[in-house]
């Protein structure tokens, strides 16, 4: 096990590293039986923002969240941080945990990354689940047009030398105020000590280079996640779970699955589901899972 900060310490859960394709990486565990679930984050988030949900899940399986190389307190040296890349470390991770194949859940930015996963190393992954989540080559991108009601903070995250420049002491700012809370619909989703786990990592020296990285991914990688899903479409089970009254998530897997997809929508909770909607969100997931494994649990 590794030794981490009180903060993030959690009845139930245990902290482990990895040194694994060329970073280290960092991933909770929790539950002791049943079928394998990975869970990764998005942004502004790390494995923490899974800290309600976990449990819930992990009565009747086995849980792994990871942060994602450049995130947490995963390894954050000069290096790659494409989707590629980190689509990547989770396939290691997976071999090294020796648990696949594992029911495959992501959110938020990490949709591509595991999007690359589950249709390059299937045998890696049991079934999808998507939550609020796009893809680029898909609409995502647009996430960035601020003329149409995009994030202005996602040209900056790009930028080289920017985000140091200007978030450099002021991450608790930043997070308050632009990319967490105001994005939830439910008072108290986030709270100070949850603001307070990511400021401490965030605001390590280059505790914004994952996050640099997937936005760059997320506004070139249109044309090479357009020609996976063209040439390796999902085949396992696919659940889509979108909140905030939009489909974009649906819409978007639908086009690059196999087959039929399940779809539930989250009334009243705004992007942040994990945070916002546990209960509701281990629902929808431990419903899909059982039907997958064929299991009554």
Do not use: C
């Not at 194949?101 to 591509?112: F, K, N, R």
Request: glycine fraction near 12%.
């Amino acid at each position: 096990m590794t030794a981490i900060p009180e903060s993030a310490a959690l009845p139930g859960i245990t902290h482990h590293s990895v040194d694994l394709n060329g970073t280290r990486l960092h991933y909770v565990e929790a539950g002791t039986g049943g079928s394998p679930i990975l869970l990764v984050h998005g942004f502004p988030e790390t494995w923490w923002a899974f800290r309600k949900l976990i449990p819930l899940l992990a009565a009747n399986h086995r849980v792994f969240a990871v942060d994602l190389r450049g995130f947490g307190d995963s390894g954050n040296e000069t290096g790659p941080y494409d989707s590629a890349t980190s689509a990547d470390d989770l396939h290691h991770l997976v071999e090294h945990l020796d648990v696949g194949p594992v029911h495959l859940a992501g959110q938020d930015i990490s949709g591509m990354i595991v999007f690359r996963l589950a249709a390059t190393h299937p045998e890696d992954v049991r079934s999808f689940t998507a939550i609020e989540t796009g893809l680029p080559g898909f609409g995502m991108e647009g996430l960035a047009d601020v003329t149409r009601g995009g994030a202005w903070y996602i040209g900056m995250l790009t930028t080289p030398g920017i985000p140091e420049m200007l978030l450099a002491g002021r991450e608790h700012e930043f997070l308050t105020q632009f990319s967490g809370p105001p994005m939830t619909m439910t008072p108290g989703a986030m709270t100070e000590a949850d603001l307070a786990e990511y400021v401490r990592t965030y605001s390590r020296p280059g505790g914004f280079r994952g996050a640099t990285g997937l936005y760059r991914s997320m506004l070139q990688d249109g044309g090479e996640i357009t020609a996976i899903a063209a040439e390796n479409p999902l085949k396992m089970p696919v659940l889509t779970i979108g909140a905030g009254g939009g489909d974009f998530t649906r819409a978007t897997f639908a086009q690059v699955a196999a087959g039929a997809i399940r779809s539930v929508s989250l009334e009243g909770v705004g992007h942040y589901a994990a945070q916002e909607a546990p209960r509701e969100l281990a629902v929808a997931v431990l419903d899909f899972l059982r039907d997958v494994d064929g299991t009554s649990q």
